[in-house]
């Protein structure tokens, strides 16, 4: 049976112009509430260390005003640790995080990290928290993440989306690979980074993976036909890959 895919809306980008100029518009907590009318099943929000964009009142009031589950990526580190533990999300995504770089550049190595990531996970698992693993479509980074107890996978689609033509398509195959890895050993699968209108097809066909995380494209495409309108594109251009074998 074909399993619904989920949309979370990433909304870190809507913080970004915010902080561009300090103040409080456009406010990222606003353009949430556009998601939940356009039909997004989540909201997620990075709160990086620097807090280039979304900042701890964001996740705060993400919390107390949006009804949607909100997905707190995050970097696996005991200040952010302790803020989910504070403000119990639905999920948490741990994902790598360095200040020089512009956005995630790549997932997390897990089997590097087991030893830093395996405390953190379990405390927030111990809190109900749903925990997933940001991580690059590798059959052993996912073994591992599963041996950590994490119950959620995202692989990592921004390699995929940076190639062109045969590149691309072998890029897709590790990911459907993955995907299908994944559900062999009991993890839920997600994806995200980088999708825009013309790459999420391919993705949303993938039938074992069950979110989609998008956030870059969707606030770029506001500016032209506003948010819902680009939501709403997103989610239908989903859907009908999904249905479409
Ligand atoms: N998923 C994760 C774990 C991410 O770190 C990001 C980027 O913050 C996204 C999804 C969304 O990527 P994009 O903004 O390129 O759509």
């Known amino acids: 049976m074909t399993q619904t895919l989920r949309l ?55 919390c ?25 999300p639905h999920a948490a995504c741990f994902v790598p995080e360095k200040r020089e770089e ?11 990290g087991r030893d830093h990531l395996r405390p953190r996970i379990e405390a927030l698992n111990a809190a109900g928290i749903r925990v997933s693993l940001f991580i690059e479509p590798d059959p052993a980074q996912l073994d591992c993440a599963r041996a950590l107890g994490a119950p959620v996978v995202e692989l990592h689609t921004g390699a995929y989306c940076d190639a062109r033509g045969e590149l691309r398509a072998a890029q897709l195959m590790r990911i459907v690979a993955a995907a299908a890895h994944a559900e062999s050993i009991g993890l839920e699968c997600h994806a995200g980074h980088g999708l825009n209108f013309d790459t999420v097809g391919s993705i949303a066909r993938i039938e074992t993976i069950v979110e989609l995380n998008i956030g870059h494209f969707l606030i770029g495409e506001a500016i032209f036909g506003g948010l819902q309108g680009a939501i709403r594109e997103m989610r239908s251009r989903m859907d009908r890959a999904r249905l479409s074998p």
């Open 64 to 88: 107390d005003e949006i009804d949607l589950p909100l997905n707190l990526e995050m970097a696996a580190t005991d200040e952010m640790v302790a803020i989910a533990l504070d403000h119990l």
């Open 8 to 62: 979370g809306v990433n909304i870190d980008h809507v913080a970004t112009v915010r902080n561009a100029r300090g103040g409080v518009d456009p406010d990222p907590v606003r353009a949430a509430r556009e998601a939940a009318a356009a039909g997004a099943d989540g909201i997620t929000a990075h709160l990086r260390e620097d807090r280039r964009h979304i900042i701890d009142d964001d996740i705060r009031r993400l």
């Open 102 to 112: 512009r956005t995630t550049e790549g997932g997390l190595d897990v089997i590097g």
